[in-house]
């Protein structure tokens, strides 16, 4: 079946690491999302992607990094440079219409 | 600046219909998104509009007004399945759609 992964689902890391976050999709979609959902508030767009080797900030870019060298795959790293990264992260693609979306990583820094 | 904002609780009862409603100030408009999110769980496509008017898809509606910068909601018959989050969305600027700005979220309990 057609769709998007995400993993890992659960992460816990300690300050001042890294992280790798990933997406892979199989609907043949050109655009790919990251998105972070804190609780009460809604979803904020991290980086996004229309195309291969190619991608823009959104509108909370700072402590992330994101690369596109393969149309299926999107990988999420955050950074120790980001202050506050426990959250659900969402990635999702589209056709221009609407998003789909993985299934969410949650990850908690300890 | 961008915003969109909808009730952040709203509770109904079981069989009952509710009407969730959804304001929006944004730099361009290209169609507004509702979406339904469980607890946990990914968010799932309910309707999308992008002209004036109500687009019905089975218990659920949606309306746009785009000259009062307003949408609703609107679910019928409520079951308990349909508790969840139902988040807002507009898509804005030039060209990608799904470069979407989200409201927090309407949090909907169904009470038997």
């Known amino acids: 079946d057609g769709g998007i992964t995400q993993s890992p689902k659960y992460l816990f890391r300690k300050e001042g690491q890294n992280v790798t976050l990933s997406c892979e999709q199989n609907l043949n979609h050109d655009a790919m999302y990251w998105y972070r959902q804190d609780p009460g508030q809604g979803l904020r767009l991290i980086y996004y992607s229309q195309i291969v080797n190619d991608f823009q900030k959104g509108d909370i870019a700072e402590g992330y990094s994101v690369s596109r060298e393969k149309k299926e795959s999107f990988p999420l790293t955050v950074t120790s440079a980001q202050k506050n990264p426990t959250a659900f992260y969402l990635c999702?693609?589209?056709?221009?219409?609407?998003?789909?979306f993985g299934e969410g990583s949650r990850l908690t820094v300890l | 600046g961008q915003n969109i904002d909808q009730p952040t609780e709203m509770t109904a009862t079981e069989g009952a219909i509710v009407q969730i409603n959804c304001t929006y100030q944004t730099s361009g408009f290209n169609g507004l998104f509702w979406y339904q999110q469980h607890a946990g769980e990914a968010p799932t496509f309910l309707s999308y509009n992008v002209l004036d008017g109500l687009e019905e898809k089975g218990r659920f509606s949606s309306f746009l007004s785009r000259s009062k910068g307003y949408s609703y909601l609107l679910l019928k018959e409520l079951q308990m399945k349909d508790s969840a989050s139902y988040l807002c969305a507009v898509s804005h600027g030039s060209g990608n759609t799904g470069k979407l700005i989200f409201g927090q979220g309407t949090t909907l309990q169904v009470k038997p």
């Open positions: 999702a693609s589209s056709m221009g219409g609407e998003l789909f």
